[in-house]
């Protein structure tokens, strides 16, 4: 049975594919030695098998993971060989706006290019910052940044050194970057902005 999983992006920031449809093949293994095995192309699909990687990388910066899942892009649906990593975090504390707009690249840094290079199956992955307590309030209300990028792109960015003004300027069908309004007029993000 699939899971539904909310988009973490919003109209606006959904990105769509066009062109031919891309098939994963099936995860095999190949026994070298006793102990061996090729890694898994893919990352688990579920939230309860990915929250113990994933938590580890965010508590650092302040968060925790709410939701994360591999999904099929056309459905956002939970689906075991997804090409597409969908993560959701939302801080611990109350945050500022502008600690929320400076977040956004340190929390996509967190995840790039490592799961990419981890799981070489995944051709896309995304990371929704939620509000916080967002999870207390029921229904989810819609995220405050969402960055969404391609696996060619993202190992062609210097994770370690990029900023917010540099993802801004690469921006388009391989990178979309979406910030709440609130967000949006955050001094963090006008200065990115160059607005």
């Given at each position: 049975?699939?899971?539904?999983?909310?988009?973490?992006?919003?109209?606006?920031?959904?990105?769509?594919?066009?062109?031919?449809?891309?098939?994963?093949?099936?995860?095999?293994t190949?026994?070298v030695?006793?102990?061996?095995t090729?890694?898994?192309?893919?990352?688990?699909?579920?939230?309860?098998?990915?929250a113990?990687?994933?938590?580890?990388?965010?508590?650092?910066?302040?968060?925790?993971?709410?939701?994360?899942?591999?999904v099929?892009?056309?459905?956002?649906?939970?689906?075991?060989?997804?090409?597409?990593?969908?993560v959701?975090?939302?801080?611990?504390?109350?945050?500022?706006?502008?600690?929320?707009?400076a977040?956004?690249?340190?929390?996509?840094?967190?995840?790039l290019?490592?799961?990419?290079?981890?799981?070489?199956g995944?051709?896309?992955?995304?990371?929704?910052?939620?509000?916080y307590?967002?999870?207390?309030?029921?229904?989810?209300?819609?995220?405050?940044?969402?960055?969404?990028?391609?696996?060619?792109?993202?190992?062609?960015?210097?994770?370690?050194t990029?900023?917010?003004?540099?993802?801004?300027?690469?921006?388009?069908?391989?990178?979309?970057?979406?910030?709440?309004?609130?967000?949006?007029?955050?001094?963090?993000?006008?200065?990115?902005?160059?607005?």
């Amino acid at each position: 049975m699939a899971m539904l999983l909310a988009s973490c992006a919003t109209d606006s920031a959904r990105t769509t594919t066009t062109g031919a449809a891309t098939t994963v093949a099936p995860v095999t293994t190949t026994t070298v030695a006793a102990t061996t095995t090729e890694p898994a192309a893919l990352p688990p699909h579920t939230f309860e098998a990915l929250a113990p990687l994933l938590d580890p990388l965010v508590a650092p910066l302040g968060f925790r993971v709410t939701r994360a899942a591999l999904v099929s892009l056309a459905t956002y649906e939970t689906v075991p060989d997804g090409t597409h990593l969908a993560v959701y975090v939302e801080p611990r504390e109350e945050p500022t706006i502008d600690a929320v707009a400076a977040a956004t690249v340190p929390l996509a840094a967190v995840f790039l290019p490592e799961v990419f290079l981890q799981w070489p199956g995944l051709l896309s992955f995304d990371i929704c910052q939620e509000r916080y307590a967002a999870g207390e309030q029921g229904t989810p209300p819609p995220p405050e940044t969402v960055l969404n990028v391609t696996r060619e792109l993202a190992l062609g960015i210097d994770w370690d050194t990029v900023t917010l003004a540099e993802l801004l300027s690469q921006l388009g069908p391989d990178l979309t970057l979406y910030a709440s309004e609130e967000v949006q007029q955050s001094s963090t993000w006008v200065t990115a902005a160059g607005t």
